[in-house]
């Protein structure tokens, strides 16, 4: 149903730096990634020219955001700059829409009624529904997501998220949660990686820490730097079969797609030969 997603996104962290992705982009898409989700961090994404540069060097990919930050950026200026682009490029530019995180911000004053606002003046400035996901993870988000958008990327969850989010959204809601990965077959050092973007900043999130509590885990799991059974469901890790059988958990729990987010020693580190040994690899779809 949504085929032009693929069913495994490319995730880039912002702190790959904007240049380097750039120069990532049409190497995913030669690797066979149809969807490139692009961390935006913190901050406003303003004209989006990052992701226009993404998208003039790529074919036919579909860029992204992941995500646009509603306090940060003002609805009616995503949706000028996403037709001046589209209008450019044909319509290759998905928009990742969210809230952050309150600890982020000195007033995060009702929220919903922000993503909501802000998602029907995407709409009312022409972007079309199916160009919007929502960075979702409760009830009430979920329920938005699936009334005004094409659907939910929810980020750092576990299958039984997905689940419940699958529940929640209904039949025929793009859902597409993100998932870290380190390919590496030792387990104590993939763990020792893992854990080191686990921990900082999001163990510290109570966003996340929350939602993690909704879904299986107990506060010994979420305390830093994390429990070892909380950095494997969040980190999939080992040979490219055994992080395929991974993310092959949220697929059974009703993902659509999943963005495989690469996590190395060094979170700057290229990620490239890994998205091309797993795309190597990839389960026949």
């Not at 530019?93 to 004053?109: F, I, K, T």
């Not at 802000?118 to 988000?141: N, Y």
């Not at 870290?180 to 080191?196: F, M, Q, T």
């Amino acid at each position: 149903m949504y085929e032009q997603f693929g069913k495994y996104g490319a995730w880039l962290n912002p702190a790959h730096g904007d240049a380097a992705r750039i120069e990532y982009a049409p190497a995913l898409e030669e690797f066979g990634y149809q969807t490139i989700w692009v961390g935006i961090g913190a901050g406003p994404v303003g004209e989006m020219a990052l992701l226009e540069q993404m998208i003039a060097e790529t074919k036919s990919a579909i860029i992204a955001t992941a995500i646009i930050n509603m306090w940060d950026d003002d609805a009616r200026s995503i949706a000028y700059h996403y037709h001046r682009i589209v209008d450019r490029h044909g319509p290759r530019l998905l928009l990742g829409v969210g809230l952050g995180h309150p600890e982020g911000r000195d007033s995060y004053e009702k929220p919903l009624a922000r993503m909501t606002a802000f998602v029907d003046a995407l709409l009312q400035g022409g972007v079309p529904a199916e160009a919007i996901v929502v960075a979702a993870l409760g009830k009430k988000t979920l329920e938005l997501s699936a009334a005004k958008t094409l659907g939910a990327h929810p980020y750092l969850t576990v299958p039984a998220h997905t689940r419940y989010a699958r529940e929640v959204l209904g039949t025929g809601v793009f859902l597409a949660p993100e998932h870290k990965v380190v390919l590496c077959e030792d387990p104590d050092r993939a763990r020792a990686i893992g854990r080191s973007i686990i921990d900082d900043p999001y163990l510290g999130l109570r966003n996340y820490t929350n939602n993690l509590l909704r879904h299986g885990y107990t506060q010994a799991d979420i305390e830093r730097p994390g429990s070892d059974a909380l950095i494997d469901a969040l980190v999939a890790h080992g040979s490219p079969a055994a992080i395929y059988a991974e993310i092959e958990k949220h697929f059974s729990a009703g993902a659509d797609h999943v963005g495989m987010q690469i996590v190395a020693e060094e979170l700057s580190a290229s990620p490239l030969e890994a998205f091309r040994t797993l795309a190597a690899h990839r389960p026949a779809q």
